[in-house]
């Protein structure tokens, strides 16, 4: 049965377009959340599937070397008219998919889970799914993970328009600095004469009704001779208007960085769970205001804490906190074990948030793309690595002041 389309479904393939991820390379950071999601689901198969406008296209895949299938096909394209899990524990017993071409015969699909990749305004763009040949339930655990990884490949692709966005603004930003003599010397040099003389003859004839020939073939050929100069600054001023107030800019406001770092700590709490590994939340002391977009902020620390998370072996420790040091600051420490085991986060930070670009192999670009947003914010990023403590990250955050009104950066 082929499913209907969403109600918003020219908004949603919008919002789809604007992450320009489609037909893109593959990446470590997707692909790490689909062999994840396989692990914990206890499957062969699990992808991060797009759906276009008639296909459903694979970011990543693991247990299948397709890279999409048509949209008539597509059992995410199900998935994405609710808001939450579909699960189908035995697809030759569900009416919507008995009659599917890879579910009939023997080693066809039988069982299939996938969570709705849901953007911050509300838009559906494909699912995290997995897939088996045997019919299976999953228990609330293992739901619990799906949705959080979910979460994790949304979070992933909004942030990276999120920086390139904030990239172009910077560039702007930049070329407006250097083009700012220039807009000096016009305003001050070339066109300041003209622009007197023009006044000077429309106020003549104005206020006394006199034509003076000579002074109107002064303006006519001062006029001529500057329309260039007063075009360039009328485009100087245009780009300063719009520079950095797009509509990927953040958005700026006072809140709450304990509130915010509980909140990423339960986001991430149940993939931790998956792998037996304790989160210790040591986030519950004062409040500490931050001036900051609060969902981009907390997509970042949700972006950290799966890092700690998917580099620690199995039975580790992530202690988070927030605390006041020269500002208000969060830490993550994703402590050694007991055993002399040792997390391998420490590469994937610095190469991610401490080294510019991040050209190592096997470097972590959704770090990477959190280090950007973090500048943004003109926050200060600390890292540490000593054997017996563990890796160390602090992120220091300027003091909040209230009289600031900040509305984009």
């Known amino acids: 049965m ?8 020219i908004d949603r393939l919008a919002a789809l377009y604007e992450l320009n991820i489609l037909d893109s390379a593959p990446e470590k950071d997707f692909d790490d959340i689909v062999a994840l999601a396989s692990t914990v689901c206890g499957v062969p198969m699990a992808l991060v599937s797009l759906v276009d406008v008639d296909r459903q296209w694979f970011k990543a895949r693991i247990g299948t070397d397709l890279t999409e299938t048509p949209r008539d096909l597509s059992f995410c394209a199900h998935t994405i008219m609710g ?7 035995d697809a030759t017993q569900d009416e919507r998919f ?3 071409p890879t579910v009939l ?10 969570a709705p990749l849901i953007t911050t305004g509300g838009f559906a763009l494909g699912c995290l799914c997995v897939f088996d040949t045997h019919p299976r339930r999953l228990d609330g655990e293992q739901l619990q993970a799906l949705r959080a990884l979910a ?3 949304t979070s992933q692709l909004e942030l990276r328009r999120y920086a390139s966005s904030l990239a172009n603004t910077t560039a702007r930003l930049q070329e407006l600095e250097r083009r700012k003599d220039a807009l000096a010397g016009l305003v001050d040099g070339s066109l300041r004469a003209p622009l007197r003389l023009m006044r000077s003859y429309l106020a003549d004839l104005g206020d006394k009704g006199v034509h003076n020939a000579e002074l109107a073939d002064l303006v ?3 006029t001529a001779a500057h329309v260039r100069g007063l075009t360039d600054l009328l485009d100087h001023l245009s780009s300063m208007a719009q520079a950095g107030h797009g509509a990927d800019s953040l958005h700026m406001r006072e809140i709450d960085l304990t509130r915010l770092t509980q909140r990423a700590v339960e986001a991430v709490r149940p993939i931790a769970a998956t792998k037996r590994i304790w989160i210790l939340n040591h986030a519950g002391g004062p409040s500490l205001p931050i001036i900051a977009d609060p969902v981009r902020l907390e997509q970042v620390l949700m972006q950290l804490l799966f890092a700690a998370v998917k580099y620690t072996p199995a039975g580790g420790r992530v202690r988070v906190g927030t605390e006041m040091e020269s500002g208000p600051a969060v830490h993550l420490d994703d402590m050694d074990l007991p055993d002399g085991l040792r997390p391998d986060l420490f590469p994937h930070l610095y190469y991610g948030t401490m080294s510019h670009p991040p050209s190592e192999p096997g470097a972590d670009q959704g770090l990477a793309v959190a280090k950007r947003i973090l500048d943004a914010h003109h926050a ?3 890292l540490s690595d000593r054997p017996g403590d563990g890796t160390s990250l602090h992120v220091v955050f300027p003091v909040a002041e209230k009289e600031r009104e900040l509305v984009g950066v």
């Open 220 to 222: 006519g050929r001062a």
């Open 105 to 114: 015969g023997e080693g066809g699909v039988r069982f299939y889970a996938g």
């Open 2 to 9: 082929q499913a209907p389309l969403p109600t918003n479904e």
């Open 83 to 89: 808001k939450d899990l579909q699960v189908v524990p």
């Open 151 to 153: 979460r994790q490949v």
């Open 380 to 382: 200060t990023v600390a």
């Open 98 to 100: 008995a009659n599917h």
